[in-house]
């Protein structure tokens, strides 16, 4: 599979960075993390003829801004759209008129609307668990089992014993990181994580590799302070990536 960063940004576009959004590619379907601006890519990307899931941690703005561009991708088969538990009808408030077209009108007849209760009522072609993180809002971290490998995607979050049980094991997380370096190492009901804590999570839950994501764009104001914020966190986790738009990662 092919893991894809479309938008590395938290909070809003910048010049060298758009809102949230990661694509998965396998032979046989894509799966898109969540949907700011970055999703505006999957247009040269996804095989629009093969099944599309689109999973949503969270229903804030920057994981969420690019669901009025979903009419202009042409999905040839229905989609499946994940929200967290409870989070239906604030998406299908968010995504109407008058802000947008309708949710059902913007994907093809027969796509389904299903919150992370709900993941059992139907058949995905991977393997999916989900539990709550740590956020002000309902906000659900996930566990993918494709192709033999697991890959956990935890957006947005604090350090917290989900974000380290959704990550164990796995071969890649793809985890947030907000906050800058010193800001929410001592605050254990932070919203986000900076990258101490992020590898510290790494290390702690066992994984291969994990690539950093959501830089907090009020934050982080250049890809070169990502870069040294995140290499000084490797002497905790080596294997420790600096997201930036368009990385590609091969599993
Ligand atoms: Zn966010
Ligand atoms: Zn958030």
């Given at each position: 599979?092919?893991?894809?960063?479309?938008?590395?940004?938290?909070?809003?576009?910048?010049?060298?960075g758009q809102t949230m959004c990661t694509?998965?590619?396998?032979?046989?379907?894509?799966?898109?993390?969540?949907?700011?601006?970055?999703?505006?890519?999957?247009?040269?990307?996804?095989?629009?003829?093969?099944?599309?899931?689109?999973?949503?941690?969270?229903?804030?703005?920057?994981?969420?801004?690019?669901?009025?561009?979903?009419?202009?991708?042409?999905?040839?088969?229905?989609?499946?759209?994940?929200?967290?538990?409870?989070?239906?009808?604030?998406?299908?408030?968010?995504?109407?008129?008058?802000?947008?077209?309708?949710?059902?009108?913007?994907?093809?007849?027969?796509?389904?609307?299903?919150?992370?209760?709900?993941?059992?009522?139907?058949?995905?072609?991977?393997?999916?668990?989900?539990?709550?993180?740590?956020?002000?809002?309902?906000?659900?971290?996930?566990?993918?089992?494709?192709?033999?490998?697991?890959?956990?995607?935890?957006?947005?979050?604090?350090?917290?014993?989900?974000?380290?049980?959704?990550?164990?094991?796995?071969?890649?997380?793809?985890?947030?990181?907000?906050?800058?370096?010193?800001?929410?190492?001592?605050?254990?009901?932070?919203?986000?994580?900076?990258?101490?804590?992020?590898?510290?999570?790494?290390?702690?839950?066992?994984?291969?590799?994990?690539?950093?994501?959501?830089?907090?764009?009020?934050?982080?104001?250049?890809?070169?302070?990502?870069?040294?914020?995140?290499?000084?966190?490797?002497?905790?986790?080596?294997?420790?990536?600096?997201?930036?738009d368009n990385l590609e990662i091969v599993?």
């Amino acid at each position: 599979m092919i893991v894809t960063m479309l938008g590395t940004n938290g909070w809003f576009d910048t010049d060298f960075g758009q809102t949230m959004c990661t694509l998965i590619r396998t032979r046989d379907y894509s799966v898109i993390l969540d949907a700011g601006y970055g999703i505006r890519r999957i247009k040269e990307l996804v095989d629009f003829s093969k099944p599309v899931y689109l999973l949503l941690s969270h229903l804030h703005l920057d994981h969420t801004i690019g669901l009025h561009t979903l009419d202009s991708f042409h999905f040839q088969q229905p989609v499946k759209i994940v929200v967290p538990a409870g989070q239906k009808q604030a998406f299908a408030e968010l995504v109407r008129p008058p802000f947008t077209n309708p949710w059902a009108k913007m994907v093809p007849e027969g796509s389904e609307l299903l919150d992370t209760d709900e993941l059992g009522t139907t058949a995905f072609p991977f393997e999916i668990s989900t539990l709550p993180l740590q956020h002000p809002v309902p906000d659900h971290g996930y566990r993918l089992g494709i192709e033999g490998k697991t890959v956990t995607y935890l957006c947005d979050t604090g350090f917290c014993d989900n974000a380290l049980t959704l990550a164990g094991g796995a071969d890649l997380v793809i985890a947030e990181c907000g906050a800058l370096p010193g800001t929410v190492m001592d605050k254990p009901n932070a919203p986000h994580m900076e990258p101490e804590l992020c590898a510290r999570l790494a290390v702690e839950a066992g994984v291969s590799q994990m690539v950093l994501t959501h830089f907090g764009a009020g934050a982080y104001t250049s890809i070169p302070q990502r870069m040294n914020a995140v290499a000084a966190a490797r002497t905790i986790f080596p294997n420790l990536i600096t997201g930036v738009d368009n990385l590609e990662i091969v599993l």
